[in-house]
């Protein structure tokens, strides 16, 4: 009876000591109104489940969407910053006022005032600057200059605060607009001749207009002014950019300075290792890695995840491997094209923790720079993804005793290639097998959250490692089945500690 009430005294200091810490569950590193990391991009939530999603990104205009959102869910209008199309206005998707736009720039050219729209001279002619492609097709997408305060001030209160969010004189933390299209290379525009053919910026014989851009330098430096001043002037409006392809890749962290977050459609390209663009993706990798380090906001999904339970695990470990504090995952089912089941990847989370500091690699001898064995440490484990282009097998580290997902002691694990998968450590969460409940059939004894039998100081750790987590579960340490780890959970496992 000494020792049981000894142990219930250590176990109330220890509560005590965090309770302040609970107020606020999630590491004060996550600076964003939302906990939780489930993102849409494009993805309708598994089981039509809007209010666990923490971010959502869809046109601009889907308000039937965003309206289904909880409230200090982050919403990501998407849009586009640069070029516009008639599109753009009619399609319904992001509700960019072009025609007024091009109204404002012709009458800026009538009153004497350069164009806000870029434009070069070819064969004699000064022509509007389009992007090479366009949508629908054939419909190409003309250029503004994005330093201009004119456009600046245009883009925010014409559109971001008059059809974005409308009506909103000041954005709130979780009023955000997406940037599609973050392709930012010159050589991406160019202009129409008069056969009809385009002609790419360095092409022979065209020049940028005054007072335009006129190398690639300047171009960069441009994209740079326009979210350094966006910042300045309208701190309220904060930006997410599609990443896509950059001309110049030393100008990345430049670029990329003021931007206050990335979306990435393909974590990595591919759900094979053999299709794969490895050198890619490690380039990929390493920006995921500076935008968790600098605390900004990313948004990764990979789409098409066949059901396949070792894919799916991959997908999300190929997430932790790059996640920084204010990441979100987009997780897409193949057969579905939804959310894929949050629970699969929490039931993970559970085992290996957030991950801690950066991740390592180690490329394969004698193979481009994107061969590479990663890894990263835990809370709670290891994981890691094998991109060498064969099988390996890793020793793992001496300093505790390990175990796999099935909760067998390893000293090594064997990861094909393409694959991710992760170790726990001595005294983590490791899954317990549990046969399925009949109907009928009294479920664990309350507060017991590793069904071991037993209501003692390992239920309380795991209730104390989910507390203010939602969407949750007994294994979690929702004893009330209200969804939720709270003092509520805490006062059974107290009742029945023994």
Not at 51 to 80: C, Q, V, W
Not at 196 to 222: C, H, I, Q
Not at 304 to 314: A, H, K, S, V, Y
Not at 361 to 385: A, D, F, N, V
Request: glycine share 8%.
């Amino acid at each position: 009876m000494g020792n049981k009430l000894l142990n219930l005294f250590v176990l109330l200091v220890m509560f005590t000591a965090s309770i302040f810490a609970l107020v606020e569950p999630v590491k004060a590193e996550r600076t964003v109104p939302t906990q939780s990391e489930r993102g849409s991009y494009f993805t309708y939530p598994y089981n039509d489940d809007y209010a666990g999603m923490g971010l959502i990104s869809f046109g601009a205009l889907s308000n039937n969407i965003y309206d289904r959102m909880p409230e200090n869910g982050l919403t990501l209008k998407h849009a586009r910053i640069h070029h516009f199309n008639s599109w753009d206005e009619t399609g319904g998707h992001t509700g960019f006022p072009y025609s007024k736009l091009i109204a404002l720039n012709d009458a800026e050219i009538a009153a004497g005032r350069p164009p806000i729209m870029v434009t070069a001279t070819y064969q004699g002619k000064t022509r509007y600057v389009y992007a090479a492609w366009g949508y629908p097709s054939g419909n190409n997408f003309q250029l503004a200059d994005v330093a201009d305060d004119r456009f600046i001030d245009f883009f925010v209160n014409e559109y971001v605060k008059k059809i974005a969010y409308p009506g909103q004189a000041t954005l709130g933390p979780a009023d955000w607009i997406g940037s599609d299209n973050g392709m930012f290379s010159p050589t991406n525009y160019g202009v129409f001749s008069d056969s009809g053919s385009f002609v790419r910026f360095g092409s022979s014989g065209l020049v940028m207009n005054d007072p335009f851009w006129k190398t690639a330098e300047e171009y960069y430096e441009d994209i740079a002014t326009f979210f350094r001043k966006l910042n300045a002037r309208y701190p309220d409006v904060k930006i997410m950019v599609n990443m896509g392809s950059l001309g110049d890749w030393s100008k990345f962290e430049y670029v990329y300075k003021d931007i206050h977050g990335v979306m990435h459609e393909d974590l990595f390209t591919a759900m094979d290792g053999a299709t794969l663009n490895r050198d890619t993706m490690y380039d990929s990798w390493n920006r995921y890695k500076w935008f968790a380090q600098q605390n900004k906001v990313a948004l990764l999904r990979v789409r098409q995840i066949p059901d396949n339970q070792d894919l799916i695990r991959t997908a999300y470990i190929a997430y932790l491997m790059v996640r920084g504090d204010n990441f979100f995952h987009c997780l897409q089912s193949a057969t579905t094209q939804k959310e894929i089941n949050p629970q699969v990847f929490q039931n993970i989370r559970n085992q290996v923790g957030d991950p801690i500091g950066d991740f390592q690699s180690q490329q394969e001898s004698g193979r481009s720079r994107g061969y590479r064995l990663y890894w990263r440490q835990t809370t709670k484990g290891m994981i890691y993804m094998n991109f060498t282009g064969s099988t390996k097998t890793i020793s793992l580290p001496t300093d505790k005793e390990y175990y796999d997902r099935s909760g067998n002691r390893v000293t090594s694990i064997t990861i094909p290639d393409g694959r991710g998968d992760y170790v726990s450590f001595e005294g983590s969460s490791r899954p317990t097998p549990t046969p399925p409940v009949p109907t009928g059939t009294p479920q664990a004894k309350p507060g017991d959250a590793n069904a071991d039998g037993k209501v003692d100081g390992q239920d309380f750790v795991i209730w104390l490692d989910n507390y203010g987590k939602t969407d949750a579960g007994i294994s979690d340490g929702d004893f009330n089945n209200d969804k939720k780890v709270d003092g509520q959970d805490y006062l059974i496992w107290l009742d029945n500690y023994s």
